[in-house]
């Protein structure tokens, strides 16, 4: 045999016991969790709870490298990060709770008082990957990434504060008008908060119209829907991107920009449908 | 979960148990009882298809031979029907722990299961099995 192809025959065999190694650990590591999980009482579970506790581990798992030990190892180090990460969510929770407007829907401060249940419910040695409060207040941009566990729940604080601090920018008597104007009883609804001050501001700021005010009488709606008739959709796409770019710098909520493209984004197609 | 790696996982759990299984004859010896590779084997296979059948996941050797030890100086196994009372207990422990006694631990209804079987069951899996549910029920 030549000898590249040996060292290739060698090297797959090598990655097999490797990746042998690897799975055969994977299922002690489950085994042990699966025991501590039982305190050694019940040798057998439902397949969905033996489920739960893989993905969790595997959760736990992906918080370090593959480089970083033996999984058992990878595991613990896994959990330390947890907690940590646990702890830096309470800080997270405490600046959301500061920030909220005292003009919540319904939904808003009913999520508002479910999210600290979070830190009672969540059992990160066995069940990390879980959420386990339940959100109904919808964010203005759904989280995409579908992060798990402690991770999707900090993603979701963090969007949180956000737009927290994005309505604190405006009056809330202006808010309310233009949550009145979305629907009267609009605290009974499961609506964004946000959302439609956000599109407010960036038709203001497609205007280029002073962005304190969020007001659009008949002469600001004429103007938009000329633009938006007179221009391609191309052109108003990147008008709409530009325009959540001034705002965020306006606001003083650099870190928001990306969040405000990804409203433009969804609300010009909406706005020119809306004519 | 990736059925191959589940398949090979209990193929290895089987290897394991069977040995133990074997193993386990030197004490049972004591009582008459000896269990044969092919019973070993039946038993690891009829294991595998009470999980199946009940939606559960064992890891580690399992139950099994708690069930052998708890069952040997019962005065209703002979060696004419070892392997096949084993067999079927084993799959009423499955059946009911799932369905009826989730919260008790394995050795708790081991024991009760062992005590009735011995007891007023007289030896007959079919008793036994009408008597956990009745238990259960008034429990309830």
């Known amino acids: 045999m030549p000898q590249r192809m040996m060292t290739t025959t060698k090297s797959r065999?090598?990655?097999?016991?490797?990746s042998k190694r690897e799975e055969e650990e994977r299922w002690q590591l489950l085994t042990q969790l699966v025991k501590?999980?039982?305190?050694?009482?019940?040798?057998?579970?439902?397949?969905?709870?033996?489920?739960d506790l893989m993905a969790s581990m595997e959760y736990t798992l992906a918080q370090t490298p593959p480089s970083f030990g033996p999984l058992a190892q990878r595991f613990e180090a896994g959990q330390k990060i947890i907690v940590v990460k646990t702890a830096q969510a309470?800080?997270?929770?405490?600046?959301?709770?500061?920030?909220?407007?005292?003009?919540?829907t319904r939904s808003y401060v009913d999520t508002l008082k479910v999210l600290p249940l979070f830190f009672k419910a969540y059992k990160p040695r066995f069940f990390a990957h879980e959420i386990p409060c339940d959100i109904d207040y919808q964010l203005a941009v759904p989280l995409d990434n579908e992060a798990l566990g402690v991770d999707g729940f900090?993603?979701?604080?963090?969007?949180?504060?956000?737009?927290?601090?994005?309505?604190?920018?405006?009056?809330?008597?202006?808010?309310?008008?233009?949550?009145?104007?979305?629907?009267?009883?609009?605290?009974?609804?499961?609506?964004?908060?946000?959302?439609?001050?956000?599109e407010r501001a960036l038709s203001r700021a497609l205007l280029e119209e002073p962005?304190?005010?969020?007001?659009?009488?008949?002469?600001?709606?004429?103007?938009?829907?000329?633009?938006?008739?007179?221009?391609?959709?191309?052109?108003?796409?990147?008008?709409?991107?530009?325009?959540?770019?001034?705002?965020?710098?306006?606001?003083?909520?650099?870190?928001?920009?990306?969040?405000?493209k990804q409203v433009a984004q969804d609300f010009w197609p909406r706005a020119m449908v809306k004519e | 979960m990736d059925n191959a790696l589940v398949k090979q996982w209990q193929e290895n759990n089987a290897q394991v148990l069977e040995r133990e299984l074997y193993g386990l004859n030197e004490e049972s010896q004591h009582y008459g009882l000896t269990l044969s590779h092919e019973g070993a084997q039946a038993?690891?296979?009829?294991?595998?298809?009470?999980?199946?059948?009940?939606?559960?996941?064992?890891?580690?050797?399992?139950?099994l031979p708690k069930i052998v030890r708890a069952l040997l100086d019962s005065p209703y196994l002979v060696q004419r029907n070892?392997?096949?009372?084993?067999?079927?207990?084993?799959?009423?422990?499955?059946?009911?722990?799932?369905e009826l006694f989730e919260n008790y631990s394995d050795d708790a209804l081991i024991q009760i299961m062992v005590t009735a079987f011995n007891g007023q069951c007289g030896g007959d899996l079919a008793a036994l099995s009408g008597y956990l549910e009745e238990t259960r029920c008034h429990k309830e």
């Open chain 1, 13 to 18: 065999t090598v990655q097999t016991l490797e």
């Open chain 1, 36 to 51: 501590d999980y039982t305190k050694g009482e019940h040798s057998s579970l439902p397949v969905e709870r033996v489920e």
């Open chain 1, 90 to 104: 309470k800080k997270l929770l405490a600046q959301v709770m500061v920030t909220a407007p005292d003009y919540g």
């Open chain 1, 154 to 198: 900090m993603d979701y604080l963090q969007c949180l504060l956000w737009e927290n601090r994005f309505l604190a920018r405006y009056d809330g008597k202006r808010v309310i008008k233009i949550l009145r104007a979305v629907h009267p009883h609009y605290h009974q609804l499961l609506i964004n908060m946000a959302l439609p001050v956000m």
């Open chain 1, 211 to 260: 962005l304190w005010a969020l007001t659009m009488n008949p002469q600001l709606t004429e103007r938009l829907e000329a633009f938006h008739t007179h221009h391609p959709r191309q052109e108003v796409a990147k008008a709409y991107e530009i325009a959540a770019v001034t705002l965020a710098q306006a606001l003083d909520l650099k870190d928001g920009e990306p969040y405000l």
């Open chain 2, 43 to 63: 038993l690891c296979q009829g294991r595998e298809a009470a999980l199946v059948d009940t939606g559960r996941m064992e890891l580690g050797p399992g139950v």
């Open chain 2, 82 to 98: 070892y392997e096949e009372t084993l067999y079927a207990f084993q799959n009423l422990f499955y059946t009911v722990k799932g």
